[in-house]
Structures are given as C-alpha cells and as structure tokens.
C-alpha cells in the first residue's frame, strides 16, 4: 500500500480508506508499531469545570442554550473541586485531565480562574489539557504561562459539513484557534465526532485539513456520536463500526507520531469493536466513569478490558 507522502489529496485519502479491511488494519498496525509501544495507551480523565449554559449551537451538543435537553447549567467549579479531580483521576492511573468548559470563548478573568487550576492539576504530576472555546492569543499565552501541556479543539467533520452542523461559528474560526495554541507552543488534540450524518468523504476532508497544517496535532480524537435527547442529532443514524475503525486507520497512517484518541462513544460499543480500534492504532482513551456531561465505558470495566488484550497505561 502506497500509503505515505506528507502532503495527502483527498482522492490519495480516500483510496486509503478503500482498502481491504486486512490490508488497511495491517498497514495502521506496521505504522503504530513503528512508533509507539503497541500494548500501551495513553489515558486522560474529563471533568467538566463549567456546564452547560453555551451560547453556541453544536448540534451534537447537549450544553448548547439553543436545545431543549436535561442538562442543569453548572458554574465555574473552583479550585478544591479540581483538586479532588485530579487526585481521583491519578489514583485511577490517569497521566492527564482534560477540563472542559461550555464557553464560545472565555472572558480574560476566566483564564485567570483557568490558570490557578492547571496549576493545581500539574502538583498532583498529571498533565494538563483545557478546552474552553474560542481563544485570542493573548489568552493561549496566559495559558501557556500557566504551564498548559494540550489544548482541544476539534475541527469536527470536514469544511463543507461543518455548517450543517453549527451555525454560530465558522471552521475559519476554528482554525484560527488552532494557529494561536499552535503559535505559543502549546500542544494540540484536534479531531471530529463520527455519526452526524457526514460522508466518508468528509472523514477524509476533516483528516486531510488536520494533516495540512503547518504542524500536525499531538493528539487526533476519533469520538463517536453520544446522541443527546433534545439536540438535532439525537436520531441520528449510529457510525458503521467497521467506518470507524477505518477511521481510525487512516489517522493512524497520517499521523505516525500522533496519539489517535478512541474518544466519546466507547460506552455503546463493544469490547470486540474497541479492541478492533486499539489494533487500527488508537492509542489513548477517556479513562473514569464520566465524559463530560455523559457517562463514559465505567473504569471498572476499562480496567478488566485493559488485562483481557495485555494492555497497559502509558507513563507520563
Ligand atoms: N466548548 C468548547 C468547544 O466546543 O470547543 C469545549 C467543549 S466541547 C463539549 C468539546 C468537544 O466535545 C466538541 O468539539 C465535540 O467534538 C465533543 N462533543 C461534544 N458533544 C459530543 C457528543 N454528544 N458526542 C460526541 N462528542 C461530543
Ligand atoms: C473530545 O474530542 N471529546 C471529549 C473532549 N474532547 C473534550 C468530549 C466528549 C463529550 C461527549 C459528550 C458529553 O459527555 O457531553
Ligand atoms: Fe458550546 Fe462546545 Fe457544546 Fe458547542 S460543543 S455548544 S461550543 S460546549
């Protein structure tokens, strides 16, 4: 297989995809082992530091002011809460906590309260990841400051897609947060969400547009659809399982040295499929029995699936 030249055109992207499902896990696999230690796998834990109440319209999402779901709006957590987070998360055998926050973009005063927590998450040894919307480059700079490891913003699905999808914000904007995170030098975890309703060809256009970028990301979430009662997508039709773990091939063929994250989703899927994805190259999980608003794959049984493949959590 044919498979890598730095800059990919679409058609080079989707004859990847094509491949026979052997041929296509095998090639992944030859690449992941080429890289990283095939039996280890990178875990984060979610906490959610500011729930619900966001002005933006994600359709996926269930913490959008614009639908009708059960969410109850949370503020801003404070410190101790953080704390208790990150020591929990260390004890379970996370190496990072991912805060995320409903915002289209946070005041300055946010990043403020933001910063005092990374600081709190990096004493318990964890690294630290926030996503928190939208970021100007003054405030990535406070974030890196702060002592910041990742931020998260995903680009979602492919350009063409994205406004089928969201209406309050443009992919550009997505973009150009990417550029400033990128700019002080803070590392990068972008990826999409499978099962909206997008075409094998948008899966490819979104990993065609994170492997054109003038640095690739560190981290590639692959999430799954977690259909939400009340948002435009909670009747979706379920990603295909085999399109998944294709998916998560071909980020795996682009992206050698990048962490390809088996994201949101894995509750509704099975230990066979999930092993499928790890054998494709998916190397890092949500770890702990929450995502962010919804319940995650519970520990207890990450943990017997871990010792049933011979898996093992990655050092930091
Ligand atoms: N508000 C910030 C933003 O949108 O960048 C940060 C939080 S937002 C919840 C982070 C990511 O979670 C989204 O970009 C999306 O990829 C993912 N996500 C949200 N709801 C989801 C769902 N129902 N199923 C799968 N992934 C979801
Ligand atoms: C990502 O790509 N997936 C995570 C994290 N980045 C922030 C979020 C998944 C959210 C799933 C739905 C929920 O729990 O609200
Ligand atoms: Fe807000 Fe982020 Fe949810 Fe979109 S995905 S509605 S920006 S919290």
Known sequence: MNTTTPHQTL????EIYANPFND???EAQKVHRLHFDPNAIQCSTLLSIKTGGCSEDCGYCSQSIHHQTTLKAEALMDLEQVRAAAQEAKANGAQRLCMGAAWRSPHDKDIEKVAAMI???KEYGLESCVTLGMLKSGQAERLQNAGLDY????LDTSPEFYGEIVHTRSYQDRLDTLEAVR???IKICSGGILGMGESRRDRARMLQVLAQLPQAPES???NALVPIPGTP????EPIDGFEFVRTIAVARILFPKAYVRLSA???AMSDELQALAFLAGANSIFLGDRLLTTDNASTGHDQVLFSRLGLHSSEV
């Open 11 to 14: 058609d080079a992207i989707l």
């Open 151 to 154: 931020y998260n913003h995903n």
């Open 220 to 222: 590639i979430p692959i």
């Open 119 to 121: 600081s709190v998450v």
């Open 233 to 236: 997508l909670e009747a979706a």
């Open 265 to 267: 989703g894995r509750g």
């Open 24 to 26: 296509l896990i095998f």
């Open 183 to 185: 700019d002080v030098g």
